[in-house]
Structures are given as structure tokens and as C-alpha cells.
């Protein structure tokens, strides 16, 4: 039994067997959605908890509201009784290495027969093709999916700084539940999802494919490019600090301009256009850079808000822990963590009737939910 969350996947029941990204992104998103996630981890608790590096705060920012039980799927008890437990549910999510659950006769081929309503979900490296049996890592596909060729400079490929694919299979992977669940209300039939790494990634890298299709030319890495726009960069300021700043249209160039008190810049024929600033760009850029350089981003950046310039300050991840806008609108709260503390956690960027999504419980202890959730199935199959 489900509690009345007043969300719209309340009543939703998913079992989870996932770890380290992807599977976690796709559950907790449904769980902050109001939907009832249990997450299954071996004895001892899902290796991700313990991770160290770039890996500490997996765990914490991609497994908030959920339950945690303790089974141990490689044994057949374990197996029984988590193919009794998928009985009770609406949806399971898995992301383990491709074969495993299949090996376990926990696959949707096997669990679909007998629990026909059942929504399935595989996070995995690739769809089915020729790379399926791979595996693979966010870096793996980032590299196969034109995304570190086109962020790094020429000849050197580069990462993006985030599990970009990881977090983005995980949403698809939800997305992908919400269809099936809305299919399944027509159908009464439930199905198998999957969403994939390397599909992703290409998928961030469409336009860039697009451009090459319609101009037989292939795109430059974004440190390369030939920008759109004459003023749309990073510049270094007095003591060092650094603010991108894009003039985006003729009138954006002239309100730099004054906001600068250069309107001999604005007035010179060489810039009189976007196109023709394009034209003699680094020329442009140094000469605003020399300006610039004298200039102190705290006092700049508001008068460059109050123009209607488009800027920005370069933020590391760690000051966005005292951003004003996250905390004043709601998108940075507190969540109690599985060792008692308390940390500030990021929530899903959406509002839903002006409501955001948020944290409705503690994040679980290793098994913390075990008897609660187990029990109804001792009861169910005694019944």
C-alpha cells in the first residue's frame, strides 16, 4: 500500500535492481514523480554508497526517495523471492551488464509471461545492432557519439564534465515508463523499454550530423567553430575574473557599447553589422578585451543585466551550493542522508501545477525497508 502523495504516479509500484547512474536517474525521477521505488541492493548495499573521487555523490544525488531491500538475486532464494516481489509491481528497472538478468531468469522474456502487464526497463551501453554486447561507460560513448570530439579542441577530444549520458539515459528510461504505462491503460499488456548510452549521445550529436548533411562540410569542435555571432565569448576581467558576454544582434552590439561608454566602437563602420563583426571578429575581440580587463565582474554584471545583455559569471559546481535563484525558487533543499546528516540537494528542473517535486523521505539505510516490503509478500502468498 502506497501512501496518498498527491503526485501523479502515486500508486505506481517499480522495483529497482540498478547501480552507479543511469537505472538510479530513471528511478528517482519516477519516485519524485509520487511513485512508490524500491530499490533492491546486495547484502552489504549497493557498491555506488561507498564510491570514492568524482563518484562520492552518485549515490546521494540519484537515490532520494526510495525504499531499500536487501536481496541477494544471486542465490535462488533471492531469485524467488524477487520474482515474487516484481509480482507486485508495475515496473522494474535494471542496468546491469547485458545478460546478467536474462542468467538470472530475470529477464522481461521470462517475467513478462508471467506477469503480463509488467513495464520493463533496460538501461544499457547500445540498443540492439552490432555493438550490443558491448560495454560501455559515458566516456566510451562520448567518444564513439561525437560529443568529446566536438567540445574538446581540434585534436584533442574532451569529455563533457558530468555523466551527461548516463543522467539523459535514465530520463528516456522514464520517459519510456510513463509511454508504457499509458499504452498499458489502453492495452491491459505491458512491455519491454530500453534506452541506451550510445543512443544518447548521438542524439546530442544530431544537429551537428545535420549540419554536415546540408552543408557537406563536417563541423569544427566547438572551440574551433566560426561563430554566428561577433560578440559571444569569455573574457578575463580586472583580478582575473572571467564572464561570457553575448551581443547576439545588432541592438544587443550597440547597448554593449554603451553600457562599455564606447559609442565610438558602436559608431565605427568596420562593426556596423553582425555580419560584417564576424568578418574581423579577433580584431574586435581584443579590442573589447583590453577594455574589458579594467572592468570588476560585480560591478559590470548588473548593468549588463539591466541592459538586457545576455552574461554569465564561470561557476564551479560547488558555489552553486549558495546560488540565490536555486534557494529562492525552491530547486536546492535539504534531504536527510542514510548516515543521519543533512545535505542540500538538487531537484528535478521542472515545476508541476507551480509545485516542484521534492524530498519526501530520508535517503534509505542499507536494507532499511527490507521486513517492511518483504512481509507483504509473505502475507500475499499465505493469503
Avoid at 140 to 164: D, E, H, I, K, N
Avoid at 267 to 287: G, I, K, W
Wanted: hydrophobic fraction near 40%.
Amino acid at each position: 500500500m502506497t501512501s496518498n502523495t498527491g503526485l501523479p504516479l502515486d500508486g505506481v509500484r517499480v522495483v529497482e535492481f540498478t547501480h552507479m547512474v543511469m537505472g538510479p536517474t530513471c528511478g528517482m525521477i519516477l519516485a519524485d514523480l509520487g511513485a512508490e521505488v524500491i530499490k533492491i541492493e546486495p547484502p552489504g548495499g549497493d557498491k555506488t554508497r561507498t564510491l570514492p573521487g568524482l563518484g562520492i555523490g552518485f549515490f546521494r544525488s540519484f537515490n532520494r526517495n526510495k525504499k531499500s531491500v536487501v536481496i541477494d538475486i544471486n542465490t535462488q532464494e533471492g531469485r524467488e523471492t524477487a520474482t515474487e516481489l516484481i509480482g507486485t509491481c508495475d515496473v522494474v528497472l535494471e542496468n546491469f551488464r547485458p545478460g546478467l538478468m536474462q542468467k538470472l531468469g530475470l529477464d522481461y522474456e521470462t517475467l513478462g509471461k508471467r506477469y503480463p502487464r509488467l513495464v520493463y526497463v533496460s538501461h544499457k551501453g547500445f540498443l540492439p545492432g552490432p555493438y550490443e554486447k558491448r560495454l560501455a561507460l559515458d566516456e566510451v560513448v562520448q567518444m564513439m557519439g561525437g560529443l568529446s570530439y566536438m567540445t574538446g579542441p581540434v585534436g584533442r577530444p574532451l569529455r563533457a564534465g558530468t555523466s551527461v549520458n548516463d543522467i539523459m539515459g535514465g530520463m528516456f528510461g522514464a520517459i519510456g515508463v510513463l509511454a508504457a504505462l499509458r499504452e498499458r491503460d489502453i492495452t491491459g499488456r505491458g512491455q519491454e523499454v530500453q534506452s541506451a548510452l550510445f543512443e544518447n549521445c548521438v542524439f546530442l550529436s544530431a544537429q551537428h550530423m545535420q549540419q554536415y548533411a546540408m552543408t557537406h562540410e563536417a563541423p569544427p569542435p566547438m572551440p574551433a567553430r566560426v561563430s554566428a555571432w561577433s560578440v559571444y565569448d569569455v573574457f578575463t576581467l580586472a583580478g582575473g575574473e572571467q564572464l561570457f558576454i553575448g551581443a547576439v544582434s545588432d541592438k544587443q552590439f550597440v547597448t554593449l557599447c554603451d553600457v562599455l561608454a564606447r559609442d565610438d566602437i558602436a559608431a565605427d563602420p568596420r562593426f556596423a553589422t553582425n555580419a560584417m563583426r564576424v568578418a574581423v571578429r579577433p580584431e574586435l575581440l581584443a579590442c573589447l578585451g583590453a577594455i574589458l580587463k579594467d572592468h570588476r565582474v560585480d560591478e559590470l554584471a548588473p548593468k549588463l543585466e539591466a541592459a538586457g545583455i545576455p552574461y554569465a559569471p564561470i561557476v564551479r559546481p560547488d558555489q552553486l551550493l549558495d546560488d540565490p535563484h536555486l534557494k529562492a525558487s525552491g530547486g536546492l533543499v535539504p534531504m536527510q542522508t542514510d548516515d543521519g546528516g543533512t545535505t542540500d540537494v538538487v531537484l528535478l528542473p521542472i515545476t508541476m501545477g507551480g509545485r516542484r517535486p521534492g524530498v519526501r523521505q530520508a535517503l534509505a539505510r542499507v536494507g532499511e525497508h527490507t521486513q517492511e516490503v518483504l512481509s507483504r509478500i509473505r502475507s500475499r502468498i499465505t493469503a
